[in-house]
C-alpha cells in the first residue's frame, strides 16, 4: 500500500540522549516535512525537504537535524540541545509544483522524555 | 511572518448542533486546505478550495474559502458524536503551508 511509514511509534529517551525518528515514503513525493505537535496545540513546522540533499529549516528548526540522502526517507534526530522534547511527531510529504498538494501525514510517533 | 490563524480554539456542542471554525491569513494564499484529527490520530485530508469565493460540501460538511483568499470557514451541520476531533486549515503560499491552530471540538451526545 502507499503511503507513509514512521518508526518507531512510542520512543523513550533519556535526557541527553539524540534519538532518530525514521520516516519513509513510497507516494513518490518531493517534498517531506517534519511536525510537533504538543498536547492541544498546532503542528508547528521544524524542517522540510523538497528534493534529495537539500532541506530548510522550519520555524521551531533548533535541537534537531535532518537528512534527506534519499527521496523516499526523511528521518529527524532530535538532539541533546532540544530542551523540551517531549511531544508528538508527525511526519508529512507532498508534491510540489502546482496549486494542488495535498500532505499525507505519517501516523505519528510519540517521543517522551524520562 | 506568514500566520494562519484559526478560531475558536475548543467548541463543545450538543449532538445535533451546528459547529463552525474560522480560520485567517495575514497573507493572500494559493489555497485553502481542511484537515481533520480524530484524538490520537494523524491528521486527514478533507479538501481543498483554491478559488476566490469557492464553497464546497461534503455531505454535512461546508468549506468556503473568502473573496480575499485570506479566510476560511468550515461548517457542520447537525453534529454527530463521529465529528469529535481536531480541524485544522492549512492555507498555502508558494511550496509553503501554514497550518492554523486548529479548533477542537467535542460533541456531547
Same mark, same amino acid.
Given at each position: 500500500d502507499g503511503g507513509i511509514t514512521q518508526s518507531p511509534k512510542y520512543l523513550f529517551r533519556k535526557e541527553g540522549q539524540n534519538v532518530t525518528l525514521s520516516c519513509e515514503q513510497n507516494l513518490n513525493h518531493d517534498a517531506m516535512y517534519w511536525y510537533r505537535q504538543d498536547p492541544? *496545540?498546532?503542528? #508547528?513546522?521544524?524542517?522540510?525537504? *523538497?528534493?534529495?540533499?537539500?532541506f530548510q529549516k522550519g520555524d521551531i528548526a533548533e535541537g534537531y537535524s535532518?537528512? #534527506?540522502?534519499?527521496?523516499?526517507?526523511?528521518?529527524l534526530t532530535v538532539t541533546s540541545a532540544q530542551k523540551n522534547p517531549t511531544a508528538f511527531y508527525l511526519c508529512?510529504?507532498?508534491?510540489?509544483?502546482?496549486?494542488g498538494n495535498t500532505i499525507y501525514f505519517g501516523e505519528g510517533s510519540w517521543l517522551t522524555v524520562v | 511572518g506568514q500566520q494562519v490563524m484559526q478560531i475558536p480554539q475548543y467548541q463543545h456542542v450538543q449532538e445535533g448542533e451546528? =459547529?463552525?471554525?474560522?480560520?485567517?491569513?495575514?497573507?493572500? @494564499?494559493s489555497n485553502i486546505q481542511w484537515y481533520k484529527q480524530r484524538?490520537? /490520530? +494523524?491528521?486527514?485530508? @478533507?479538501? %481543498? @478550495?483554491? &478559488?476566490? /469565493?469557492e464553497?464546497?460540501? %461534503? &455531505?454535512? @460538511? $461546508?468549506? %468556503? =474559502? /473568502?473573496?480575499? &483568499?485570506?479566510?476560511?470557514?468550515? +461548517?457542520? $451541520?447537525? $453534529?454527530?458524536t463521529t465529528d469529535v476531533g481536531t480541524y485544522f486549515c492549512a492555507g498555502r503560499t508558494g511550496n509553503q503551508f501554514?497550518? /492554523?491552530?486548529?479548533?477542537?471540538?467535542?460533541v456531547i451526545p
Open positions: 492541544g *496545540q498546532g503542528l #508547528r513546522l521544524i524542517y522540510y525537504s *523538497q528534493i534529495v540533499n537539500d535532518v537528512s #534527506r540522502e534519499k527521496k523516499e526517507s526523511f528521518p508529512a510529504s507532498s508534491t510540489i509544483g502546482d496549486s | 451546528d =459547529f463552525t471554525t474560522y480560520c485567517n491569513s495575514s497573507t493572500t @494564499l484524538p490520537g /490520530g +494523524h491528521p486527514v485530508f @478533507l479538501i %481543498q @478550495l483554491v &478559488k476566490s /469565493g464553497v464546497k460540501k %461534503q &455531505k454535512r @460538511l $461546508t468549506f %468556503q =474559502f /473568502g473573496e480575499a &483568499k485570506k479566510n476560511s470557514s468550515l +461548517h457542520i $451541520t447537525a $453534529t454527530q501554514y497550518f /492554523g491552530t486548529g479548533t477542537s471540538l467535542t
